[in-house]
């Protein structure tokens, strides 16, 4: 998401965020709310747009697998609360008006996704404005859906490699190495047999509302098994899944694939600055695979857990030399000096970084890819 302003004086101070939400049972109102409108726009216009026999949010109460659970859709209306508040309410709140005509949304075709994205729409918007959205089918790296100066035969490369990657790393496999836990570690740690169908990705979207609520939501595959968690299973469980997602960063044959997955979404971004475009925020819900990608290729440190939900946000502003700035914050937290291109003396006061410096880093990769060589 990358708001804009003239001035670098208007700078956003971003509301704290952290994984301390409460339950849907404690905001009845406002999920009930939220289902309602399930209906305003989204079941006459789902096939139009490409999610036919998509869901714009849970079933039922009873949480399904391939859905959100009813307390990951009150997450992420706090999600979009949070982002209403720092960019319509405060700063901002002269310059943008919480419209869908200010808005480019972009979801990748996962019901996860489609219903994430919604639940932010229904917090970040007016009712009344919720219906006039557009959410645009993409890619899962967005590289076919969005404007960039992307060769076809990057897509077409990126489309052979996905299945190979994701396999990595949502099953906790590497290319060439053994898997990241023996199941006999997990079903001891679940005092369950798993027969062997947990994955990496799986695991850990199993075990953050654990962390996030404290609570057990069930919404899994393996939900026909009885799982007692222990605080130390719990614990090993999440150091190992979380050590996999780091070594995975690390790993030459991963990184490779990141600059290439990501490099869609990120000149995109640059080239949405040098428009200036009445579109005043961009917004894309993606999957776990495409968020580890972006994060190597842009050299944060995966250093802390990443819960769920998670926000990245890139704000974009314009000096009064009319240079270009972006900042970058990750669940509130201002990273941009952690990104490789903003290291050092390149980050200036507030957070700002040369938007230059992104444009520079991106030719550099470019160079690199197969398709551009």
Known sequence: MSPSTRSQR??????????????YEQNNA????????????????????GFKGFKASPSSEVCKEGQLTPNGVVQF?????????????????NRYLPRADNLDIHSITTSVAFQSLFAVLHGFLPEKQ??????QKSSENFCTSINSSIDKCHCHYLDELLPLIQRAVQ??????????????DVEKALNSPTRGKLSAVELYSLLMPLVCNGQNYRCHKLTDHFMKFTEDGILMLINKTFEHFITLSKDPVFRAFADSYSYPFLDAMVMNSKRWSDKKIHLYSGD??????????????????????????????R???????????LNGKLITQELSMCAGERTEKHGMCPLVALADFLKQKRSSLPCYR
């Open 288 to 317: 776990f695979t495409f968020f580890l990608s972006l994060l190597t290729s842009l050299g944060t440190p995966i250093e802390e857990h990443i819960t769920s939900p998670t926000r990245l946000v890139f704000e974009l502003y």
């Open 30 to 49: 406002d999920y009930l709310s939220f289902m309602e409108n399930d209906d305003l726009y989204f079941v006459s216009n789902l096939k139009k747009l």
């Open 77 to 93: 209306l706090t999600v979009g609360r949070n982002l209403q508040e720092a960019y319509f309410f405060r700063s901002f709140r």
């Open 319 to 329: 000096g009064q030399t009319k240079s270009m700035y972006i900042r970058a914050l």
């Open 130 to 135: 919720i219906v006039k959205t557009l959410i």
């Open 171 to 184: 099953q906790g496999r590497f290319i060439f190495k053994d898997d990241f836990m023996s199941i006999s």
């Open 10 to 23: 208007c700078v956003i101070q971003p509301p704290e965020f952290n994984c301390m939400f409460e339950s």
